[in-house]
């Protein structure tokens, strides 16, 4: 039963042959051709049961034409030969109404290492077998008198990127991806997980973790709003991470004085190491960026101190220096951006990090999170589900979700110890961070 | 188009099917960006496709592909059928839609020009102006315009006899100016913040809007919001701009009246809502002053268009009667378990996701003040400006919002202008505090091109129309 089923994605020679077609067929003086397929599948639940369930399969052709200093970008979701065609066309139409200007160099020809991110199972995953993963989660909330909500999901992509200059890379992948919130009468828990091979994804696991959470969640009650140690699971500083790299990370806010950033100085507490690694099969890798540009590590932060950011073509050329593999796709006018981001662990183990707390706040994700100052980190956001009083090295109630607002900056200059253990968090649209939980000085929660 | 759809809806009936509906669209969008002086990049988008909406058994199945041609489409129903027996396995309630639904005729957006007959030249032209202008602010240092151009045509048909044909237009623009120091960075955009405003019609719509007309001033703004003081921590009456009020209307408002929301359909991303159904004809939302409509008919409203993505038409209803809590944005299947019919606001937002219960236009109603009345009223209060951050938990409560600017008010009068203003509070102890509300003539209709919800994750394009309003015993400058 997995022939319909099947993630159905063109074959390479088919892909490539398409690809060199459309870029011999280019009178431009340079060219560039990204083709993007997917076939992914979405399995949704609510109250114990199925609601939505949902498969697409598409694909993206998007072209990159210089010609006379001239830019032009055109993508349509066909790989056919007329499409091929129509885009092109559209493409050097819009380059040819333009004045001429600053182009982004195209990258030459350079090797990017080959890295095994595919799974069968998981680009072969039937609705079968994710009903039945999502059943097992339903019925054992159900059987704690609980309700399960979530979304389970399989992905199986492709990307191509070739140019005039020789560029040309191929990468596929898979990703399956899970998150639960299970609700009970006065309260609610959260787990989610991501994977390549959907076969390490375990609902029983999961369900254990997701329903002892809501379990211990219920019926909380508040505590004062103010300045708490804490406890983050790794859910809330994956997050945190994703908005240091969105304010900061990328060579395009420091050049634009918009980041937080100040090479050389120290700007964290000394246990911090945060890097982004593109190759690193631990988190979701993918060898090359959408310049066609091979990915390096980047040192982010290093003892505290900021020592690197991730540059694309354009800042490269304007810093003066190679591109490390962080752009994005064209037209980009948001810069780089560090999309496999690392923090180092600690020796600690998690279940260990409040015991040394007196009085502080245990957080397991936070919730609508929105920057408020850039250039000093600060964001706002609320917990939810999974939020408990830590009291005398022991988490003992749950306490009512609470809006914090907070530099990251001046939380992480607190860092008092962090989990030996890491966790692989998705991010919601695109990359992945693999994280420690941390304990932390001082959080500042304002209602 | 029409035979592809029959062919799908022939498919699943074959299928098994008791229930289906099929939607082929054609998306379109151009968007232009102008950074520092130059074109920074103009980019031209198409998308087509088929996506197939199947009931078996009571439960749902959808499948989409990018290739419109019957054998795939063939593969299509097959998936989406598939899919719904699966979904049955693990059922706890049947879908029941409610009365059928058999609209049939065609939309198209008005609009006096064709955006995408505009010449590209008096678009970049337009921008660069505008950027020119703000560039002479000494200080700025960062300076930012778009465009954006969108045409949908979408056919929609069911297998309860509904075929309908749409083609809707979007055109919108923004410019954006920030000014730094070493350890700040102040922004001001025009009309409204997060790249653009943006609503339903041709190039005029754009035009309108005149860019290079308000550019100076957004240029002198945040090079001025560089050296104002931080906005003062404690308690009062708060004054929010038309666009503040919109944004508020959006997500303390638009989203808690979601109806799957309140079923937990969105619980483990979005949240769910305080307004349960046990609320409904209950809930003194806001005071007397607050009125609260989904208005799908509202000229050019991002939220405007013929029949919603079930085949219900466009319609007003209202979700909050002078203060009162009195109904849902729903779907055909929500509206039914509370016995009602769908008030359509079912949108995808495009071929390949199925549709959910997004806001059209929802609308707070004018009343009868002004934005100067309100400010010589106010002994000690703030005016705010621009959304700069927005943040609500997930049951709609509690929010948080920054503004990119403020003023201070003292003894009726505009005093001084402050940087980084937020306030926060509790949704009905806000919109119960409001006591004034600004009339028609300051009442506008504001597009949001940036509404999230679902898994997997749709952006709709919704509005909302409002007018500057005043709220007492604010919490204001959470920052000290």
């Given at each position: 039963m997995r022939s319909v089923e099947a993630a159905r994605l063109t074959a390479l020679e088919e892909v490539e042959a398409f690809t060199n077609r459309l870029l011999a067929r280019s009178p431009a003086e340079q060219t560039e051709v990204m083709v993007t397929e997917w076939d992914s599948a979405l399995t949704r639940f609510a109250n114990n049961g199925i609601h939505q369930n949902v498969a697409e399969r598409n694909v993206s052709v998007r072209v990159r034409i210089v010609k006379d200093a001239r830019t032009g970008v055109a993508s349509l979701n066909q790989m056919s030969e007329e499409g091929a065609k129509d885009v092109l066309d559209r493409a050097l139409s819009i380059a040819a109404l333009q004045p001429p200007g600053d182009v982004v160099p195209m990258p030459e020809a350079l090797p990017a290492p080959e890295i095994d991110a595919w799974s069968e199972a998981t680009a072969t995953a039937s609705p079968e077998e994710r009903a039945d993963f999502v059943a097992k989660i339903c019925s054992q909330s159900a059987a704690s008198g609980l309700k399960a909500f979530g979304a389970y999901s399989t992905t199986a992509a492709q990307v191509i990127i070739a140019n005039s200059l020789g560029a040309n890379h191929h990468h596929r992948s898979t990703h399956a991806t899970l998150n639960s919130v299970v609700m009970g009468e006065a309260g609610a828990g959260y787990a989610d997980r991501s994977a390549i091979d959907v076969s390490e994804l375990d609902p029983a696991e999961v369900a254990a973790e997701v329903i002892d959470k809501a379990d211990r969640n219920q019926n909380a009650r508040p505590v004062e709003p103010g300045v708490y140690e804490v406890v983050l699971e790794e859910y809330a500083v994956a997050e945190m991470l994703e908005f240091l790299s969105f304010m900061g990370f990328g060579a395009l806010a420091a050049q634009e004085e918009r980041s937080f950033m100040r090479l050389g100085e120290r700007i964290t507490g000394e246990p911090i190491a945060i890097w982004d690694d593109g190759l690193d099969r631990t988190g979701l890798p993918a060898p090359f960026d959408f310049e066609g540009v091979p990915k390096q590590r980047v040192d982010l932060i290093r003892n505290g101190v900021a020592t690197g950011l991730v540059y694309d073509q354009l800042t490269g050329k304007r810093a003066g220096r190679p591109s490390t593999g962080h752009g994005l796709p064209a037209?980009?006018?948001?810069g780089p951006f560090a999309v496999n981001l690392f923090m180092a662990p600690g020796t600690v183990p998690k279940a260990e990090l409040a015991s040394g707390i007196k009085r502080g706040i245990w957080i397991t994700r936070f919730w609508y999170v929105r920057v408020v100052q850039p250039k000093a980190s600060v964001i706002t956001g609320m917990t939810r589900e999974g939020t408990f009083l830590i009291e005398n090295g022991a988490v003992t109630r749950p306490v009512k979700d609470l809006r914090f607002t907070q530099s990251i900056l001046k939380a992480l200059d607190g860092t008092q110890a962090l989990s030996s253990s890491t966790k692989l968090q998705a991010s919601e649209y695109f990359g992945a961070a693999r994280v420690p939980a941390l304990h932390l000085k001082e959080f500042t929660f304002t209602s | 188009m029409k035979d592809l759809a029959e062919t799908a809806l022939n498919a699943a009936q074959v299928k098994g099917a008791d229930y289906a509906d099929v939607r082929i669209s054609h998306h379109v969008q151009q968007n232009l960006n102008v950074k520092n002086g130059a074109l920074a990049s103009v980019s031209d988008d198409a998308s087509e496709g088929l996506g197939v909406r199947v009931l078996v058994d009571g439960a749902w199945g959808f499948a989409g592909s990018a290739r419109l041609n019957r054998a795939e489409i063939e593969l299509v129903v097959d998936r989406a059928v598939r899919i719904a027996r699966a979904s049955a396995r693990v059922l706890t309630t049947r879908v029941n839609l409610g009365s059928p639904v058999t609209s049939r005729g065609s939309y198209t957006t008005p609009f006096e020009r064709d955006p995408f007959q505009v010449p590209l030249a008096e678009k970049v032209d337009l921008l660069l102006r505008a950027d020119a202008a703000m560039g002479e602010a000494n200080g700025v240092t960062v300076r930012e315009g778009s465009m954006e151009f969108i045409r949908e045509t979408k056919l929609f048909a069911s297998t309860e006899g509904a075929l309908t044909e749409q083609t809707l237009y979007e055109s919108g623009a923004g410019i954006e100016a920030a000014a730094t120091s070493p350890d700040d960075v102040q922004s001001r955009s025009y009309p409204?913040?997060?790249g653009r405003h943006q609503g339903a019609g041709g190039f005029e719509y754009v035009a309108a809007l005149e860019l290079d007309r308000h550019a100076a001033r957004i240029g002198d703004e945040a090079v001025a919001l560089l050296r104002a003081p931080q906005c003062p921590s404690g308690v009062k009456t708060l004054i929010l701009d038309a666009s503040q009020t919109a944004l508020q209307v959006h997500e303390s408002c638009g989203h808690p009246t979601e109806l799957d929301r309140v079923f937990g359909m969105e619980a483990a991303y979005a949240g769910t809502s305080f307004?349960?159904?046990?609320?409904?004809?209950?809930?003194?939302?806001?005071?007397?002053l607050v009125t609260i409509t989904a208005d799908a008919l509202t000229p050019t409203g991002l939220g405007t268009f013929g029949w919603d993505d079930e085949g219900v038409p466009a319609q007003k209803s209202f979700l909050i009667d002078k203060g009162l809590f009195v109904g849902y944005l729903t779907s055909r299947e929500t509206a039914s378990v509370l016995g009602e019919k769908s008030n359509g606001t079912m949108r995808a937002d495009g071929w390949n996701r199925i549709p959910l219960i997004r806001m059209t236009n929802v609308n707070l109603q004018p009343g009868d003040s002004s934005l100067e009345q309100m400010i010589s009223e106010v002994k000690d209060g703030i005016y705010m400006e621009t959304n700069r951050s927005w943040s609500i938990d997930d049951k709609r409560l509690n929010f948080q919002f920054g503004t990119q600017l403020a003023y201070e008010i003292v003894d009726g009068k505009r005093g001084r202008m402050l940087k980084n203003a937020t306030y926060a509070g509790i949704t009905p102890e806000f919109w119960n505090s409001c006591d004034a509300v600004a009339g028609s003539s300051e009442w506008k209709v504001w597009g949001l091109a940036n509404c999230g919800k679902g898994q997997p994750p749709q952006v709709a394009h919704v509005a909302h129309g409002a007018a500057p309003a005043r709220f007492q015993r604010v919490k204001v400058g959470i920052l000290k």
């Open positions: 037209p980009n006018t948001d | 409204n913040s997060f307004m349960t159904p046990d609320k409904l004809n209950h809930l003194r939302y806001g005071s007397s």
